[in-house]
């Protein structure tokens, strides 16, 4: 079980097999074509092999009735058993023997002496007189040639027209006598025949592949095992980054091959991606000291520059005796004092987001409220609807946009009760806050800013609304959203 595993679920098994499978088909395909060849090439080659057989069958028992004297009855009953035997040359010995040459049927025979005379005939009996078919081939027989190719000759049904002729024991000229006969042309192959061919085509092949494969084998194992190093790395580096961890970066590879490139360009993506996130973090960091510094412009600075008055107001009345205006003034101070204390307090808190010390965003706003409702002091209902894990950034914007909610409460509401709900549904996450405040003309707080453009714009990134329900004395609503897609939910998951 393993083996599989390891051949059709990692890249080396796969690889390793695919180039076995690549040595074996493209030797079962030589083969083939190889096997093709031969089969032409037989098909020819037979030819001469199977009329050449005739010349060697022949020519032997021809010339026993001829030399060293002749025996011209001898002669004719060898060639009377000749045309009843009906094959001019022995069965085949083995597969690859050319098939015995058969003697068209009642075809003549004859044997011609090298003066032109009939030396023996079949038919016995006749008066015809002797016309070669072919006066070329016929001279050639009589002048020795042992060209087979010239000792016949096709004729108009297909057959092979011969003269054969019978050498003399040392080949000495002239011929002793000529053998003229027709026989059928080389038969096709039976499907036995190819069959068998076949068969041992397909053996041998067997045999190579037995021998050959293991070296497909080995080959692809040690190529593939390059490759998948080197994907491995690059599948290295990419689970790095997925946590977040762009300083890991893939090794150098000196391959000039389209995975060096690969490596070379998520190189380059972790370097561009390495300076986006630190030029967004700089962004980030100059837009939360901008905004820090405009609320301590509208709150502290302003109650310090208050303070400051009431205290001088104070000491200008001591001086002129006044103790009892001397006195209201140093209380308003003192009021103002605290209140810029509250002031930072609640900065301070916003600054330190329990979210990001490891706390899910339930008991991280619970702190906070608490936190919230003791330095405003102004009570609390939190309630939670519903728990699941969310991804960090859903819980971060949240987070900070109930910091800006209830600091405009604190600020601006003289609320004395204060609801927040946490609701967690299927598809959608959303924090209500809400106060029994004076409220507010939304249109007017809108164009002052009122950290609704922060809260606004915080949520839009992550494709949330905000909604807000209001009016002079009837208290205010904030309701925040944010979808929850399948993208958002398996990374809060994982998270989690």
Known sequence: MKFLRFLFKGLRGRLTL????????????????????????????????????????????????????????????????????????????????????????NSPIFIISPQGEILARVPASGTSQFIPYSEPVFNQALAGTQNIQKLNTQDENGNYWMAVPIFQKDHNLPVLGVIVLTVEPLPVRNLTDWVTLLGLALLAGLVMLVALAPFGAIFGYILSRGLTRRLSNLSTTAQAWGKGDFSFMPPPDRSNDEISALGFQMREMASRITNLMQDKQTLAQMKERNRIAQELHDTVKQQSFATLMQVRAARNKMESSDLAAAKQSLLEAETLIKASQQELGLMISELRPAALEGKGLIEALREYVDSWSTSACVPVTYKVIGERSLPFDVEHTLYRVAQEGLSNVVRHSRASAVIVNLVFEENQVILIIEDNGTGFDFAEKQQSGFGLVSMHDRLIELGGKLEIRTGVHSGTQLTASIPLTSTLQSTGEKNA
């Open 18 to 105: 695919t180039y076995t499978l690549v040595t074996v088909l493209a030797l079962m395909t030589l083969e083939a074509i190889l096997f093709i060849s031969a089969a032409a090439y037989t098909q020819i080659s037979d030819t001469e092999s199977y009329l050449e057989d005739v010349l060697i069958t022949l020519v032997p028992e021809a010339r026993s009735y001829l030399q060293p004297e002749q025996d011209l009855p001898g002669l004719q009953v060898w060639l009377n058993t000749l045309s009843r035997k009906g094959y001019a040359s022995l069965e085949p010995q083995g597969l690859f023997d050319s098939p015995a040459a058969a003697i068209v049927h």
